[in-house]
């Protein structure tokens, strides 16, 4: 169960992980897993919020929409507070490599300091709804490659977290990333999503040192076919939707 440990816990996880390292996973391969955040309790808990109607604004049948097979929910505002709190803890490490790309790449870096402000910002923009997402999975499930892009304020990097235990729980819906490389073939990555691991993995793309110095390379993530059992995983998105 969630209790009031959990975030503290969570947080401590990912001010004490070797952010160099994680950074380093990013430039190479565009994802990278954190330590354990979640107990398997706390994240059967989170899991079950599922079927709590009240807590989300909608619900999207991917099917429905051309977007794969499954379904996932984005939470209202009023974010339970785990969500909310494993948000915050994350932003202040992924702001460091965010300005890093942008600057690479010779973006602009418009990220304030703290979450609160940026979401200020995006909500000044017309983005004011809320992005984070659970998301469900049976057998037969998946998710079709795309990016989270809401609208013109963009977060580079997002994260997701296991909630179910791989192997036992369900079998398949391993995490797919494809980088689209140009004038080559795409290159695939494929990483298997640890109960109460997080993978952190870019929004869009990321920097590819290229013979002219950097340039972005485009990336879009998805979830393989579910063979069996049941998949939940938590969406943690640093920008807001329009």
């Known amino acids: ?58 619900t999207v049948d991917m099917a429905r929409h051309r977007f ?7 939470f209202s505002h009023e974010l339970p507070e785990p969500v909310a709190e494993l948000r915050a803890a994350f932003y202040p490490h992924l702001l460091a490599i965010a300005r890093d790309w942008a600057d690479r790449l010779g973006r602009p870096a418009p990220w304030p300091d703290t979450l609160e402000a940026w979401l200020t910002l995006c909500h000044a923009a017309g983005q004011g709804r809320s992005a984070q997402i659970l998301l469900r999975y049976g057998p037969g499930d998946w998710n079709a490659l795309h990016r989270d892009v809401f ?21 398949g819906g391993e995490f797919l990333l494809v980088e689209q490389r140009p004038r080559a073939q795409s290159r695939g990555t494929v990483t ?23 340039s972005a390379g485009a990336m879009r993530h998805g979830v393989s076919t579910v063979r069996s059992g049941r998949r939940h995983a938590l969406g943690l998105v640093f920008h807001d939707a329009s």
């Not at 950074?23 to 398997?40: F, N, R, W």
């Not at 794969?68 to 984005?74: F, H, M």
């Open 68 to 74: 794969g097979s499954g379904q996932y929910r984005y």
């Open 151 to 171: 609208g013109e304020m963009v977060f580079p990097l997002q994260v997701v977290i296991g909630l179910d235990e791989h192997g036992s729980d369900y079998t």
């Open 1 to 58: 169960m969630i209790t009031r440990n959990t975030a503290a816990r969570a947080r401590r996880a990912l001010d004490s992980a070797d952010w160099r390292a994680l950074a380093g996973e990013l430039d190479s391969h565009g994802c990278a897993l954190t330590p354990k955040l979640l107990t398997p309790a706390e994240c059967r808990s989170l899991a079950e919020l599922y079927d709590q109607e009240a807590r989300f604004r909608s």
């Open 192 to 214: 298997v999503l640890e109960q109460g691991h997080g993978l952190i993995f870019t929004t869009r793309d990321r920097p590819v040192r290229s013979a002219r110095g950097w």
